[in-house]
């Protein structure tokens, strides 16, 4: 299985930027996609797409999240961090069965 | 608009079996797949697996094989997975996942979640 890890936790103040990272235990790019996705969990709730592809937004996500990386090592960008940023944010790899997720970094107020 | 209609809360003994939906509306439900996904307290994503109501086709992480089960009903647009032999382990929030059927199948769209106690 593909292993993918996260850093626990981030602080950040407000209005700053935060840069949460993903590693995968093996590359989960090929030479036409890369199979990294990042949701956003808050509370009680449900997980929401918020990058696709590792560098896509959905047309619902402001434009101060974005994603890099390819190969084994992607990044979740957001410049600059809002209130209601608060929450967690997965990594997800579909480049091979069985899909994973990575633990999670919970983003938090400096 | 695309929606994913759980099932409520269950409260089951050991040992005992449940079943849950997920109800598609807003889209073709033959045309993606649902996938489901657990989430113990406090923890990370683990998938279960997933089935292509086209087809009835289904794809599975080995560790739920033989745990869950998988199966639609096309009309009206509802995916069910049953969790067999119940221990406190199966106590979670389980979540169904809409997957495209090509291209890097990401989750677009995800029910509100069951929450499953397993307890005596």
Request: charged fraction near 20%; proline fraction near 9%; glycine fraction near 0%.
């Given at each position: 299985d593909i292993v993918l890890t996260q850093s626990p936790a981030l602080a950040v103040s407000l209005g700053q930027r935060a840069t949460i990272s993903c590693r995968a235990?093996?590359?989960?790019?090929?030479s036409s996609y890369d199979f990294m996705h990042w949701y956003q969990q808050k509370p009680g709730q449900q997980p929401i797409l918020f990058i696709y592809d590792a560098f896509n937004l959905p047309?619902?996500?402001?434009?101060r999240f974005s994603g890099s990386g390819s190969g084994t090592d992607f990044t979740l960008t957001i410049n600059?961090?809002?209130?209601?940023?608060i929450a967690t944010y997965y990594c997800q790899q579909s480049r091979e069965l069985p899909l994973t997720f990575g633990s999670g970094t919970k983003l938090e107020i400096k | 608009q695309v929606k994913l209609l759980q099932s409520g809360a269950a409260l089951v003994k050991p040992g005992a079996s449940v079943k849950m939906s997920c109800k598609a509306s807003g889209y073709t439900f033959t045309d993606y797949w649902v996938s489901w996904v657990k989430q113990s307290h406090g923890r990370s994503l683990e998938w279960i697996g997933e089935i292509y109501p086209n087809s009835g086709a289904t794809k599975f992480n080995e560790k739920f094989k033989g745990k869950a089960t998988l199966t639609v009903d096309k009309s009206p647009s509802t995916a069910y997975m049953e969790l067999s032999r119940?221990?406190?382990?199966?106590s979670a929030i389980y979540y169904c996942g809409r997957r495209a059927y090509y291209g890097t199948n990401y989750f677009d769209y995800w029910g509100q979640g069951v929450m499953v106690t397993v307890s005596s």
């Open positions: 235990s093996q590359s989960v790019s090929t047309s619902s996500i402001p434009a600059p961090v809002q209130a209601d940023d | 119940l221990t406190s382990e199966d």
